[in-house]
């Protein structure tokens, strides 16, 4: 059986891959948001997922280590590691305090930004490409590589969400003023950049290019300001 589905947060991934184990379907392999599934007996393996160090690798003694846990690695892509263990032969934890946990999920938010920067200076070429050089597909892609953009920004407070809670359990102190917030420049300078394409025809060309560019400069700012607000 294969499903496909596109996943932006690893825990409800997590989640997912366990419930179908539980409903007597085991995960064998992953390729671009297909998953393939063969029969297994019902809550027969228990699925975790880590992030690893190396692109589609690990190393000798990461693999040494879960086989010597009774750990089978079913599949690594990018820097997630796929991971299961059969339910009888004990639980299956990968970080079973805060502070691990804590180191865990900031790396995973370092990864995160970086591919949302990575994306925004797509989504800013497809733009160009499309207002200034003709090529109307661009706006298609820049649409496709936007949805994207808003599924990692989400995926980016979630997991602030879930680094604060881990620290509130690990010192007990609840900071607040601290929530993710999607700058309101970002938004400015997409209403700008949207007005520009719009009135393409009426307003002269010059003016046209100094709104997108402003509308631009507006957004990597506001880019920034989202991705660095927090730490």
């Known amino acids: ?20 184990a539980a409903d007597g379907w085991a995960m064998k392999r992953f390729f671009a948001g ?37 750990i089978e690695i079913i599949q690594t892509w990018g820097y997630w590691v ?43 070429i497809e733009l160009y490409c499309g207002a200034f050089g003709g090529f109307r597909l661009g706006y298609a892609f820049a649409l496709l590589i936007g949805a994207f953009l808003v599924g990692m920004l989400n995926a980016l407070v979630r ?7 881990l620290n509130i359990r690990l010192t007990g102190i609840e900071k607040k003023g601290r929530c993710l917030k999607i700058s309101a420049l970002m938004a400015i300078g997409v209403l700008m950049n949207g007005c520009a394409m719009l009135l393409v025809d009426v307003i002269p060309h010059g003016v046209k290019y ?10 990597v700012v506001g880019l920034f300001q989202t991705c660095t607000n927090r730490e």
């Open 1 to 20: 059986m294969i499903r496909f589905r596109l996943y932006f947060d690893k825990d409800a991934e997590t989640e997912w891959l366990n419930q179908m």
């Open 82 to 124: 796929i991971l299961r263990k059969r339910v009888s032969e004990g639980t299956f934890e990968l970080y079973t305090d805060a502070a691990s946990s804590i180191k865990h999920y900031k790396k995973i938010r370092r990864m995160f930004k970086v591919v949302t920067i990575i994306e925004m200076i797509c989504l800013f």
């Open 210 to 219: 100094i709104i997108q560019i402003v509308a631009i400069i507006l957004m």
């Open 34 to 70: 297909f998953y393939s599934f063969g029969k297994c007996e019902m809550g027969a393996y228990r699925y975790q997922i880590d992030f690893g160090d190396r692109l589609f690798s690990v190393s000798s003694d990461y693999r040494e280590l879960m086989q010597d846990t009774g």
């Open 159 to 165: 997991l602030n969400d879930t680094i604060d809670k």
